[in-house]
């Protein structure tokens, strides 16, 4: 059995451990992971570089680590499930597993199956069109299927569970879905019953708190950590931290404002796939904001969620396009000797396996674009690590996965 896992592990803490362990108890002969790259879902730079995360994933349980590019990391829900399930797909993966706040898959079926009717786009279309997208799908599904079922969309992992269900029957892919429950911290929530969530995990990183933060986390993602979170000996003296390659945004924050600013409006069209004109407030925004989060409060509005104005003004500054209709290439980021023999399955299958950079000419032109892409956005994140010297462009093109 092949178990599949799409994660962004911002860091690795102890619930994901938690979800690995699980795969393994499933009886798994190799657990894979599709992990986002170096920007996420929530529309941010992820706090520690993809091959990091990747390293993480492999020394706490899994076998083999895939990059989910960003085109499709950053992007809404339904887009990021199906590009993940692509992904999985082309592994050989027979089983998704994922963790969600209910934890009964045949509660999640009945939300995958309401949202994908017809009845439910009608309903979706007659809804209050004040209010934001995630209220009205809520309406909307509470009406078909009452309002018990549709609380369950309110959190963030069940949706997510439903949007992967979705894609698994949109996309064709013969894998079976299986369910965690998660337990312990909220998803923004404070530490719970000795859990933290990730962004919990974040926020002490940013507040220079290493080790509390390692303490939410396996001793051997906490090593990690450690390395890439490495302190300059002034800092016991009470000077700035100034080193190390767990990333800051803000150091970024003037490079974002100078792109947007130099856009037109007409410039910022494309990067909005609601068609809402959500893209005339964010220009207008640019106009007047002398920061990031001054230009995300004056675009906003009830209707619109704040995760969707983060990845409009990321999309913007890293100029990305819509996501493809296909996933073109397996980019390994990390595997153990069990990955590794799987991998090897896979080339003989003729599977599109991408270890070294100089193999993605190989697979046509599509996937070297989306590679150049890749590396351009990797090039853009790197700034915004402390140390500069750690920050050097090409990055994508010099490294090779992390091989335990």
């Not at 069209?269 to 640019?286: F, K, M, S, V």
């Not at 396996?353 to 190989?362: G, S």
């Amino acid at each position: 059995m092949y178990i599949g896992i799409i994660c962004e592990f911002d860091p690795l803490h102890s619930g994901h451990a938690r979800l690995l362990s699980h795969a393994r108890a499933m009886g798994a002969d190799a657990v894979i992971c599709a992990m986002s790259g170096n920007f996420t879902q929530r529309g941010s730079f992820a706090a520690l570089d993809k091959r990091a995360r990747a390293e993480m994933a492999v020394r706490c349980g899994a076998d083999l680590v895939v990059e989910l590019p960003t085109v499709w990391a950053m992007s809404p829900a339904e887009t990021f499930a199906r590009g993940s399930v692509q992904l999985l797909a082309l592994t050989g993966v027979d089983t998704l597993l994922f963790g969600s706040e209910c934890g009964e898959l045949s509660a999640l079926r009945r939300l995958a199956d309401c949202l994908d009717s017809p009845a439910f786009a009608d309903r979706l279309t007659a809804a209050d069109s004040g209010a934001t997208f995630a209220v009205r799908r809520q309406r909307a599904a509470a009406a078909l299927l009452g309002d018990a079922d549709a609380a369950l969309l309110e959190s963030p992992n069940n949706t997510l569970a439903v949007e992967y269900l979705r894609a698994l029957r949109r996309t064709g892919a013969s894998m079976t879905p299986a369910t965690l429950l998660r337990t312990g911290a909220a998803h923004d929530g404070a530490p719970e019953g000795g859990t933290a969530s990730a962004s919990y995990l974040r926020q002490l990183l940013r507040q220079g708190q290493r080790e509390a933060a390692c303490g939410f986390t396996p001793s051997e993602a906490a090593d990690i950590l450690r390395r890439e979170n490495a302190y300059l000996d002034a800092l016991a003296e009470g000077r700035e931290l100034s080193h190390g390659r767990v990333t800051d945004s803000a150091l970024c924050e003037r490079a974002v404002l100078s792109r947007l600013r130099v856009m037109t409006e007409e410039d910022w069209r494309e990067y909005d796939p609601g068609g809402e004109g959500l893209y005339h407030r964010l220009y207008q925004a640019t106009r007047s904001a002398c920061t990031v989060d001054g230009l995300l409060s004056a675009a906003k509005t009830k209707r619109y969620p704040l995760a969707r104005l983060r990845r409009m003004v990321l999309a913007a500054y890293l100029q990305l396009p819509p996501a493809p209709a296909q996933v073109p290439y397996i980019r390994v980021l990390a595997a153990t000797a069990v990955g590794r023999a799987h991998l090897r399955r896979l080339r003989d299958a003729g599977a599109p396996v991408l270890t070294k950079p100089a193999d993605v000419t190989a697979l046509g032109a599509d996937a070297a674009a989306l590679f150049a892409l890749e590396g351009r956005c990797t090039d853009l994140y790197v700034l915004a690590r402390p140390d500069l010297t750690q920050s050097a462009p090409g990055q994508d093109y010099r490294t090779t996965p992390v091989m335990v």
